[in-house]
Structure formats: C-alpha cells, structure tokens
C-alpha cells in the first residue's frame, strides 16, 4: 500500500523555468514532510521540510506548498539550473510511528 | 567529518551466497536504518534499530538479517532467501528525538552473479 503517491516519475525543464513535483497522501497521523535531493551514486539528503500548521515553506529558490485540507504537497524549484538535475524524493513522518514513508522519486532534469 | 560511510561501495553476490554490507556512523545517532532502492519504487524500509541490542523489521525484512552490538554499527546480511537481492541498499541515522530527519550514507550497490 502506498501512503504517499508522487509524480511526475520524471521531468525535463529549461534552464531558468520552474520545476513542480507533487506528492499526495492518506494518513492524517502524518505530521512532518520532507523533500529529499539524490544525486547519481548517492544518498539522498534533506532539502527542505514543512509542518502541516504552516501553507508554505521557502528556503531560496526551492519553495513547498502544503494543502493540508487535500493532502497534498509540492515542490517548487525556481530558477531551475543544471547543477539542480537529480532525483527528488517527498517523504511524510508520523510521530507515532517514528518512521519515514517515502515517495517513489522524480527524476528531474534540466537543460542547459 | 561526522557522517555515515558504507562500504564496499559495490559488491556481488553468487547465488545461495550470503553477503554483508558495512554500515557505520560517528554522528552519535541512536537511532538507524536500512532502506532498498529499485528504480521507481522510491525507498522501502528493510530494518530499523532505535537503540543499541535492538532492531524491529521494517516493510520488506524478508531474507535479510541486521545486527546491533555497537552505536556506531548497523551490518546488513542479504541471505540467500532473498530471492531478487539485485538493488542500491542504503544506510541512515538520526538522533532518536529526530527520527523524522535522516542522514544517509552514500549506498551499497549489490548485483547478482
């Protein structure tokens, strides 16, 4: 069972465009989601991460919005840069739980 | 440098063989984890240990087998009872009061013979 759905599975964008990857879940009890960035022959490693008491997260040019209401959650990257071509992974936290549960991952590239 | 190092980096497996992968950290994390990566299907938690001398089975425990004896340590045997061993196995850590924050290690790729 999949508690949380993402796609694209991949995206190509332009140099200095946006880049949108969403992700959806089911369970209420999820109450931290983070956005982790993997690079070819790499672990992934923690990017960004919202709460569900806030709507919106920005740490320069990547942005999270959350819409707790749908359950859903995206990632935006503006300004997209070669250097940002890499596998992104959604993930949501359950505090009872104390684990991870990670999306399938988007395969982003960008050209140069 | 604090951080997690898995080795080998890439490793072989012949059939009916059991291997181990290396995992070890000198973040002073507590807690930490196995995860698999097949392409598309994201990360699947193998086995997780919160303290040292204890581990619980993740979503996909079959045909593998973890131990605990040090903080620093959390070894990883592929059995010969897992039947399609062929993927990027990865390492985390987190404190115990941050297990929603995850530091990985850079991975071990097993492959079939």
């Known amino acids: 069972q999949q508690q949380v759905k993402q796609s694209p599975q991949s995206l190509i964008v332009q140099k200095g465009g946006i880049s949108i990857i969403n992700c959806a879940y089911e369970n209420t009890a999820f109450d931290y989601f983070p956005w982790y960035q993997q690079f070819p022959g790499k672990g992934p490693a923690l990017l960004i991460a919202i709460r569900p008491d806030v709507s919106e997260k920005k740490e320069g040019r990547f942005t999270i919005s959350f819409n707790k209401s749908a359950k859903q959650f995206s990632l935006h990257i503006m300004d997209s840069q070669p250097g940002d071509s890499a596998t992104y992974f959604c993930a949501a936290f359950s505090g009872s739980a104390r684990q991870l549960t990670f999306g399938s991952g988007t395969q982003l590239t960008v050209l140069p | 440098d604090g951080g997690i190092t898995q080795s080998p980096k890439y490793l072989f497996r012949k059939e009916g063989q059991n291997v181990t992968l290396s995992c070890e950290q000198n973040?002073?994390?507590?807690?930490m984890y196995w995860y698999r990566q097949d392409p598309g299907q994201g990360l699947r938690l193998i086995y997780y240990s919160q303290i040292v001398n204890d581990f619980q089975k993740g979503d996909i425990a079959e045909g593998y087998s973890v131990s605990r004896e040090k903080k620093e340590s959390f070894p990883l045997t592929v059995t010969s009872a897992q039947k399609n061993p062929t993927a990027f196995y990865l390492c985390a850590s987190s404190r115990r009061a941050e297990n929603e924050k995850l530091f990985f290690g850079s991975g071990t790729q097993l492959s079939v013979l």
């Open positions: 973040l002073n994390h507590d807690a």
